[in-house]
Each structure stands twice: as C-alpha cells, then as structure tokens.
C-alpha cells in the first residue's frame, strides 16, 4: 500500500517534523511581506520625498519618480552646497557627542549596575540627606551668592567627610541595593523640561555653555539610568561561579568585571549602547538650551532650517533625515547579531 501523501495532504501537512507545511509558508510568507512593505514605506516616502519640489510635495502624493513626478536635486543642492558648512559642523557635533555620550554612559553605568548586582550595599539614610543637603547649599552658594565653584565644592567636600561620620551616628535605617536601583531608574521618570534651567544655569556659571563637554556630561548624566536598568538584569544573568573561581586564582574585582563579565555581557552592551547612542543622536531640548552655534547639533539645525516663513519645507527635512539616520543604521548593522541575543536576555525569568 502506497504511504505517499496526496496533493491534498501535501498543501496542509508538514513533509517532516520541524518543517512547515505549504500553506504555513505561503500564509506566513505573505504576512511579512505585508508587514515589511508596511515598515518600508515610510523610508521610501523619505527617499523620494527628497527628490521633490514645492510643487510635487503640495500636489500630490505621488509615489513613482519619472512616471508621477519628475525627480530634482535642488534640496539636496541646498544642504550640501548652500549650506554646507553649517551641516557639516551640527553633523560632526552629533557624531562626537552622540558617541562620547554614549562611551562615558555606557562604560560608567556598567560599572554601577555590575556594583549593585555583585556587592551588598547599606548607606545610612541620614548621611544621604546630609550629602543632598550640602550639594543644594553647594547650588545655591554658587548661583546665588556668587560664591567660586571651586572653593564651594572644596568645602562640600569637606564638610561631609568630617561630619557624615557623627551625623550619621543619629540614625540607623539604612538603604540597600533595591532602594539605590530604584532611586537611579526614578530619575527617568522626571521630565527633561523641569531639569534643563537649572542645568543651563549651572553651565553657565561655569563658562561651559554652546561646548562639547557640558552637552556630552548632560546626555551621559541623563541616560546612565537607562544602562544601569538594562545591564543590571544582564550581568544578574551570569553565573557567579565564574567570577569566584577567578577571585579564588588571585583576580581582582575590576580584572573579573574586565576579563570575565564584560565579555559574557557584549550582547546586553551592544543592545544597550545602540539603545543609549539613538537617544543621545535624537535628543533636541537639551540641545536647544545648552547649544548656539559652535556645538549645535543636527536636530537643531534641522528645527532651524525648517521653520521659516513658508512652514515646514518636508523636502529639506526629508534629506536631512536621511543624512541623519545613516549613523545610526549602521551601527545598528555592526551590532547586528548580538541585539537580537541581548534584547531577550532576562525577558523571561523563573
């Protein structure tokens, strides 16, 4: 007797264990293809959206270049060429910013999330309220009174060494390493609009306005939360075996995190830092306020090339946009085999 299927049984039933059947395949085949065509399409809108005059963009849509519309350089001419010089620092300012921003956030959060993930911590509350306490006197010395940074800061300094030691003799609850997670993760949940004076103020004290290093602290400041959030449930993930036969050989707690930990953790990195790098590329407040003309950055220059008296020029902006996601698409694809790794480590737990 014949076992072979019949054409019938062919089209809705697997030919072997683990593969799909016909149907399978055409059904979900065609259901990525129409979600790729649906991710696609806005891309492709951008791109010829770039080709376009007032008159395309006003009378349309159109959709097929040479056939609906004939295709013009003149918004490319006018960001390359017009404006050249004034695109080519905001884009080497994005791309020295972005990048040390997400160096320094990315290289100091993972070592905060590896401390608060491998060592037990337990601060005494009333020291915490002390060192809060002499930083707004620090700001106010400073803002208010006029008083040099460096010899507030100096004196902060010492006062809390001397005293924190007796102050907090007074109390006894102590904080831990849930309660310190916590506070850090909070600080994202505070909006960037009530932030941004007293951090131009303060930059401004200090001289330090419309320059790399005060927009590459703030970024770093503002998106450590993020990387102690996200590395922390990675490095939880790694066996601590590991690390205490490395210490029972003589490893130091910083050759362990170096040699052992950071290469068992380079998917949560990689997903971390394009994670990290996105935000610090996009962000437009901050910048505005901290940023002239020397450290201006791209969304900043495409605001200010877009707002004139004819409204938003989208063919401008198309080919800005354009120009500014290619950074970020490309580490995206150097990154590419461990995102997918590191975005699911820690997803399911138990």
């Known amino acids: 007797m014949s076992t072979q299927l019949t054409p019938k049984r062919s089209i809705f039933e697997a030919p072997a264990i683990g593969q799909m059947s016909m149907a399978t395949k055409i059904v979900l085949y065609t259901l990525l293809l129409i979600w790729t065509a649906f991710v696609l399409f806005p891309i492709y809108w951008l791109i010829i959206t770039s080709f376009k005059d007032a008159a395309d963009v006003n009378q349309g849509p159109f959709f097929l270049p040479f056939v609906d519309f004939q295709p013009s350089l003149h918004a490319w001419k006018e960001l390359f060429v017009t404006d050249y010089e004034d695109t080519l620092r905001a884009y080497f300012n994005s791309i020295i910013i972005s990048l040390s921003a997400t160096g320094l956030s990315v290289l100091i959060g993972s070592m905060a999330a590896y401390a608060l993930s491998?060592?037990?911590?337990a601060p005494n509350?009333?020291?915490?309220?002390f060192f809060i306490f002499l930083l707004a006197m620090t700001g106010v010395s400073i803002g208010i009174y006029g008083v040099d940074w460096r010899l507030a800061a100096a004196v902060a300094v010492a006062l809390f060494f001397f005293l924190a030691r007796a102050v907090?003799?007074?109390y006894q609850f102590r904080l831990h390493n849930g309660d310190i997670l916590f506070w850090i993760i909070s600080q994202r949940i505070l909006a960037p609009i009530v932030v941004v004076v007293p951090i131009y103020m303060m930059f401004q004290t200090v001289r330090l306005l419309d320059t790399h290093i005060a927009i590459i602290i703030t970024y770093a400041v503002v998106n450590m939360?993020?990387?102690?959030?996200?590395?922390y449930d990675f490095f939880n993930s790694i066996p601590r075996d590991l690390e205490e036969s490395?210490?029972?050989?003589?490893a130091t707690m910083i050759g362990t995190f170096r040699e052992i930990v950071l290469p068992l953790s380079r998917t949560g990195l990689a997903a971390t830092t394009l994670l990290v790098m996105i935000l610090s590329w996009n962000?437009?407040?901050?910048?505005l306020f901290l940023s002239t003309t020397k450290a201006q950055t791209m969304p900043i220059l495409v605001a200010a090339m877009n707002a004139g008296e004819?409204?938003?020029l989208w063919w401008s902006m198309s080919v800005a946009i354009i120009v500014m996601i290619i950074p970020v698409v490309a580490l995206a694809i150097v990154l590419q085999k461990y995102i997918s790794k590191g975005l699911l480590v820690g997803a399911v737990k138990g």
């Open 225 to 231: 939360p993020i990387v102690v959030w996200l590395m």
């Open 283 to 287: 962000e437009y407040l901050l910048a």
């Open 246 to 250: 490395a210490q029972l050989d003589g």
């Open 168 to 170: 907090g003799n007074l």
């Open 310 to 312: 004819r409204g938003i």
């Open 118 to 121: 491998r060592v037990a911590y």
């Open 125 to 129: 509350l009333i020291t915490i309220l």
